[in-house]
């Protein structure tokens, strides 16, 4: 399994002048550095491919032990292609990505592990919360049926945690080619899901620290919820 980490972008709500990833927390690390120790816990730190753009130098000597891909397109396109140029790389291994301003508890992992050592394809979500600026998700038959901001009732929120399984992966690289320049990821899976029947389980990891830092309000509270 490869792991992916998606860094490319300006992240221009939070205001900073440097990449989201490396957004400073009261810790005393950055949110990549974070995302980085907990993987490095579990999976092989190897195996870690970052997807770079916005003043990619900063994120590339701040973590030198790590792989990555380039995105020169980071400030016209979105994650659909980002995550697309590493699934090109990886296409007969399952991948676990995640966003790059995701912080997390490292126990939340050990929900995910089942799923993957299963190569079950899944979204990880929390069901304690449904905010409309967030991508939502719907299920038809224990699976996700819809996945994107715009989805009505939906069941809970998508944290920004994901795996592909091998078997998946080329039809997944095949919608997300479809995708346009300003798709989210998430539309790549939902087209898999409409036209190829993909099956993509819902991973409920509410019971575990997890958030995505868009906003300064985002980030004092993950200041507050993770402070070792």
Request: one cysteine or more.
């Amino acid at each position: 399994m490869k792991i992916v980490i998606l860094a490319a972008g300006i992240g221009s709500r939070l205001g900073n002048p440097f990449p989201k990833p490396l957004t400073p927390l009261k810790n005393g690390k950055c949110i990549m550095e974070m995302q980085v120790n907990n993987l490095e816990e579990t999976f092989d730190i190897d195996d870690i491919n970052v997807v770079v753009g916005f003043k990619k130098d900063l994120i590339m000597e701040r973590f030198p032990e790590l792989t990555y891909i380039y995105n020169p397109f980071f400030d016209q396109t979105n994650t659909s292609k980002s995550l697309l140029k590493a699934l090109r790389k990886n296409r007969d291994k399952s991948v676990l990505w995640l966003n790059g301003d995701v912080v997390f508890d490292i126990s939340l992992l050990s929900v995910l592990i089942p799923y993957i050592n299963k190569n079950q394809s899944f979204v990880a979500v929390n069901t304690s919360k449904v905010a409309d600026e967030e991508v939502k998700y719907t299920l038809k038959d224990n699976y996700i049926d819809k996945l994107s901001k715009t989805v009505r009732n939906g069941l809970g929120e998508a944290v920004g945690i994901n795996f592909i399984a091998t078997k998946d992966i080329k039809s997944f690289i095949t919608r997300l080619e479809e995708c346009d320049d300003n798709d989210y990821f998430e539309r790549g899976l939902e087209l898999a899901i409409e036209k190829d029947d993909l099956k993509i389980s819902a991973v409920d990891i509410s019971d575990y620290n997890c958030m995505e830092v868009d906003f300064k309000e985002d980030l004092e509270n993950a200041n507050t919820l993770f402070r070792k």
